[in-house]
């Protein structure tokens, strides 16, 4: 259980300037350990689970095809992070890098009922399972797209 075929890779950041906004892309942001990522409104000093949120960007892929959709873009369904080429679920309870930050898995990260508005009818159960995880930030410092994303 402790071996991956490879490291992944970032593929797309986003952040949330505020609740219910939607989310901003960019090519890096600062993730600042116990808190989140700066600019996130979900960013708290309470140093909680859920300081971001990773999906699998072949979920993505994945939930358009339950759709019936060419594609399901990255900010629909707002999510910090988007990684392509490792198994976001075997990494929900463990120790990972992107880049040089160090995060820890802290759990699933489930559908909420805004993806019924944001993907259309069938859009929270098309999400169901593909969700992604939520993850705390134990070391920070920049995350930028392209990063390599590997289990620790």
């Given at each position: 259980m402790a071996n991956f075929p490879r490291a992944g890779k970032l593929e797309w950041i986003g952040i949330r300037p505020e609740r219910r906004a939607a989310l901003v892309s960019v090519t890096q942001?600062?993730?600042?350990?116990?808190?989140?990522?700066?600019?996130?409104?979900?960013a708290s000093k309470s140093n909680g689970k859920r300081q971001v949120t990773l999906i699998q960007a072949e979920h993505l892929e994945a939930v358009a095809r339950i759709l019936g959709k060419s594609e399901v873009r990255p900010d629909a369904v707002r999510r910090n992070l988007v990684v392509s080429g490792i198994n976001l679920h075997a990494l929900r309870d463990r120790k990972f890098r992107v880049g040089t930050v160090t995060l820890e898995g802290s759990g699933p990260c489930e559908p909420c009922s805004r993806m019924e508005e944001a993907l259309g009818t069938g859009?929270?159960?098309?999400?169901?399972?593909?969700?992604?995880?939520?993850?705390?930030?134990?070391?920070?410092?920049?995350?930028?797209?392209?990063?390599?994303?590997?289990?620790?």
């Open positions: 942001v600062e993730a600042i350990a116990g808190f989140g990522l700066a600019g996130d409104h979900y859009g929270y159960n098309a999400m169901r399972g593909h969700g992604g995880i939520i993850a705390r930030i134990l070391e920070g410092g920049l995350l930028k797209a392209g990063d390599r994303v590997e289990a620790i």
